[in-house]
């Protein structure tokens, strides 16, 4: 086979991906990107290089605190989901039996088999004034009324960690069950104990996992619309939920379009900032 016939075999491969990336991302990019440079004007809409819309983005009071709030609940959100996944993870890939790590894993998944808007009113009724969570601590003595845990930041935060925390758990359980045990054999030789072990060996030789699935966390977290609407209760607007208020009530495409080009931003300097850790072939 000729280098040539190489090349259009290879291509051939490769253009359908290309053609579905520039068709229903790089194409609508653009058009959202031109779009937020643009105003609106009663029902017209007019084209043209204008930053009126960043400017009321960043001046509109409710407009910055969305920002905040989807930021202040997405960090909370990676940190906590962290937190409860690394020794899940590590007690999956140390303590479990190799031949009964598979099945762990697999029920560590099973929120992934579910509807994501399933999962969302579910912890809706669980936290709910007469849901579970009130029931059983009124029954253990704990408080003597229910408490207001739906619709609340709580509830969000809770939906979300519910899920992200096993998504985390898979990306840093794929790092652990990679590292030779000779690393912890030779710390141990050399005096160390086992918070130093910890923290001078595996949490180092980690941190690929954990920025992998602390980045994805982040991704999916700050720009999901789902959990917020369902469990916030609009006490609390985010990012995503102020973004489709600009669609659908007021039909503003330009301030809609600014605002996710904010909240991309906010994602590229999230990578930016733990692209050093994000080596996707050691995850």
Do not use: K
């Amino acid at each position: 086979m000729s280098a040539a016939t190489g090349r259009r075999r290879g291509w051939g491969f490769v253009a359908p991906a290309l053609i579905w990336t520039l068709a229903f991302f790089i194409v609508p990019f653009l058009v959202m990107g031109a779009m937020s440079f643009a105003t609106l004007e009663g029902r017209s809409l007019i084209w043209g290089l204008h930053l009126d819309n960043y400017v009321e983005v960043v001046t509109r009071a409710y407009l910055w605190r969305a920002i905040l709030v989807s930021l202040e609940i997405t960090l909370t959100v990676t940190v906590v989901s962290v937190i409860l996944a690394y020794p899940l993870a590590a007690i999956i890939a140390f303590r479990v039996p190799p031949q009964w790590q598979r099945l762990v894993l697999l029920l560590a998944i099973l929120p992934f088999w579910t509807s994501y808007v399933v999962r969302s009113y579910a912890w809706l009724l669980v936290l709910a004034r007469e849901g579970l969570v009130n029931q059983t601590l009124m029954n253990i003595g704990l408080i003597a009324e229910p408490i207001t845990l739906a619709n609340t930041r709580f509830a969000t935060v809770t939906g979300f960690v519910h899920f992200f925390v096993m998504l985390l758990t898979l990306t840093i359980y794929a790092n652990l069950v990679q590292l030779s045990p000779n690393y912890r054999r030779a710390a141990m030789d050399l005096g160390a104990n086992a918070f130093q072990t910890f923290r001078h060996v595996i949490l180092p030789l980690t941190l690929p996992g954990i920025a992998t699935g602390a980045f994805l966390t982040f991704v999916l977290c700050i720009g999901d619309y789902v959990t917020p609407q369902v469990l916030g209760g609009n006490n609390e607007l985010t990012m995503p939920q102020v973004i489709m208020v600009q669609l659908g009530r007021r039909a503003d495409f330009p301030l809609a379009s600014a605002l996710a080009i904010v909240m991309m931003a906010i994602v590229t300097l999230a990578y930016l900032a733990s692209a050093r850790w994000l080596r996707l072939d050691r995850v």
